[in-house]
């Protein structure tokens, strides 16, 4: 599905309003180094009735879904290999329904979560069974995001020539895939006034003629609207969130998966830490795209109802990021927790919010208690065991 087809089918259709136990860890079907690079899919959904469907389909779409042709030729044979893995996070709408619908027509496996476990959790169950089924690469999902048709591919691709890069991310687009999604302006990925797209970088890394020193660093060529590099070489970043990653088998197997005293937002800057410092490179691959419709998200989040407005929350994903922070010194992360605690506090007060204000030392208590606990381990064991 290409951005065009996306864009029409959320513009005119209506959403449709419509504890696994963790086995121990072991590969049954090991990856075989000669055969095609076996992709798994996964997407965590709660209550995601509204956009599920539109990313299951775009996923049936993908190029590398061996479903499309039941004669595949030897090249076809050749390529990546997809499997669409969905847990359900206990959903209580239409969801349950819908999921059920693609799981009997053989279309998705199917992992049913007794409750809502959060995101970082419930990724960890499919990632789990995708490990011990053998998958080479995992690609992590947000349920309200849409893969184009060559997406996967493309990342599976960009993975295999730059083998050094754990994470990799496809360009966000929004919700109407006619702009870059705002987060990525932070990524170093910007859109002038003239509707250009500009790569910001400190350093050429790519010959052909389309780099400028300085300012805005690259003027990559236009296709579709989109970035594209010459040789698709990965821009690196220090974080880029995890609405759509495409993850090396090998980085979950060292890293372990995500932290466990993360319910949802923030287990990402966590885990891409732990990547870094055992030397995984992250990065965007700017020929390849999906389309995070956040629209429904925000609208909850204006009405109060997301998890984003929960200030302990944003708070203790802070201070927890940094407590858990493989690099950094006792001393640091106590500098860190208190500076970060304190302007917090001020903020909230300054808003009138005396009563979060003070229930923010318990977040900053449970920060603390995590700064000498083994990151490793015990997200290895969160994956593992």
Same mark, same amino acid.
């Given at each position: *599905?290409?951005?065009?087809?996306?864009?029409?089918?959320?513009?005119? /259709? =209506?959403?449709?309003?419509? /504890?696994?136990?963790?086995?121990?860890?072991?590969?049954?079907?090991?990856? #075989?180094?000669? @055969?095609?690079?076996?992709? =798994?899919?996964?997407?965590?959904? $709660?209550?995601?009735?509204?956009?599920?469907? =539109?990313?299951?389909?775009?996923?049936?779409?993908?190029?590398?879904?061996?479903?499309? #042709?039941?004669?595949?030729?030897?090249?076809?044979?050749?390529?990546?290999?997809?499997?669409?893995?969905?847990?359900?996070?206990?959903?209580?709408?239409?969801?349950?329904?819908?999921?059920? %619908? !693609?799981?009997?027509?053989?279309?998705?496996?199917?992992? %049913?979560?007794?409750?809502?476990?959060?995101?970082?959790?419930?990724?960890?169950?499919?990632?789990?069974?995708?490990?011990?089924?053998?998958?080479?690469?995992?690609?992590?999902?947000?349920?309200?995001?849409?893969? &184009?048709?060559?997406?996967?591919?493309?990342?599976?691709?960009?993975?295999?020539?730059?083998?050094?890069?754990?994470?990799? /991310?496809?360009?966000?687009?929004?919700?109407?895939?006619?702009?870059? &999604?705002?987060?990525?302006?932070?990524?170093?990925?910007?859109?002038? #006034?003239?509707?250009?797209?500009?790569?910001?970088?400190?350093?050429?890394?790519?010959?052909? @003629?389309?780099?400028?020193?300085?300012?805005?660093?690259?003027?990559?060529? *236009?296709?579709? @609207?989109?970035? =594209?590099?010459?040789?698709?070489?990965?821009?690196?970043?220090?974080?880029?969130?995890?609405?759509?990653?495409?993850?090396?088998?090998?980085?979950?197997?060292?890293? +372990? +998966?995500?932290?466990?005293?993360?319910? *949802? !937002?923030?287990?990402?800057?966590?885990?891409?830490?732990?990547?870094?410092?055992?030397?995984? +490179?992250? +990065?965007?691959?700017?020929?390849?795209?999906?389309?995070?419709?956040?629209?429904?998200?925000?609208?909850?989040?204006?009405?109060?109802?997301?998890?984003?407005?929960?200030?302990?929350?944003?708070?203790?994903?802070?201070?927890?990021?940094?407590?858990?922070?493989?690099? !950094?010194?006792?001393?640091?992360?106590?500098?860190?927790?208190?500076?970060?605690?304190?302007?917090?506090?001020?903020?909230?007060?300054?808003?009138?919010?005396?009563?979060?204000?003070?229930?923010?030392?318990?977040?900053?208590?449970?920060? %603390?208690?995590? *700064? $000498?606990?083994?990151?490793?381990?015990?997200? %290895?064991?969160?994956?593992?065991?």
């Amino acid at each position: *599905m290409k951005c065009d087809e996306m864009r029409e089918t959320l513009n005119s /259709s =209506t959403p449709m309003n419509s /504890s696994l136990p963790l086995n121990s860890y072991s590969p049954i079907n090991p990856p #075989k180094p000669d @055969g095609a690079p076996r992709v =798994t899919a996964i997407v965590v959904t $709660h209550n995601g009735a509204g956009t599920i469907q =539109t990313c299951i389909e775009s996923l049936l779409g993908s190029s590398i879904n061996p479903k499309k #042709k039941s004669n595949p030729s030897e090249a076809e044979a050749a390529r990546p290999q997809l499997r669409i893995l969905i847990v359900d996070n206990a959903s209580n709408d239409k969801t349950p329904s819908i999921l059920e %619908r !693609y799981a009997s027509a053989g279309d998705i496996d199917l992992m %049913r979560m007794e409750v809502n476990v959060g995101f970082g959790a419930g990724n960890n169950a499919g990632i789990r069974r995708a490990l011990e089924q053998g998958t080479d690469y995992l690609f992590l999902l947000n349920q309200d995001a849409f893969v &184009e048709v060559d997406t996967i591919e493309q990342l599976v691709g960009v993975m295999e020539m730059h083998p050094s890069f754990g994470v990799l /991310s496809p360009l966000h687009l929004n919700g109407a895939a006619d702009d870059l &999604e705002w987060h990525f302006v932070e990524y170093g990925l910007k859109t002038t #006034k003239d509707g250009r797209k500009w790569l910001e970088t400190e350093e050429p890394r790519i010959s052909g @003629g389309r780099w400028m020193p300085g300012g805005m660093g690259a003027q990559p060529e *236009m296709v579709d @609207g989109r970035l =594209t590099l010459v040789d698709n070489t990965p821009v690196p970043v220090e974080f880029v969130n995890a609405a759509a990653w495409m993850v090396r088998r090998s980085c979950f197997e060292e890293a +372990g +998966g995500f932290h466990p005293a993360f319910f *949802m !937002y923030s287990e990402d800057v966590e885990f891409l830490q732990r990547v870094h410092s055992l030397g995984f +490179g992250v +990065g965007v691959a700017v020929d390849c795209a999906v389309i995070h419709d956040r629209r429904e998200n925000e609208r909850r989040e204006r009405r109060g109802a997301g998890l984003k407005n929960d200030p302990l929350r944003v708070h203790r994903g802070a201070v927890l990021s940094v407590a858990l922070h493989p690099r !950094y010194t006792s001393k640091e992360k106590r500098s860190a927790i208190r500076s970060k605690t304190i302007w917090f506090m001020a903020r909230l007060i300054r808003h009138g919010e005396f009563g979060t204000a003070y229930r923010v030392w318990g977040a900053t208590k449970e920060a %603390r208690n995590l *700064m $000498h606990s083994n990151v490793f381990e015990d997200a %290895r064991q969160s994956l593992f065991s």
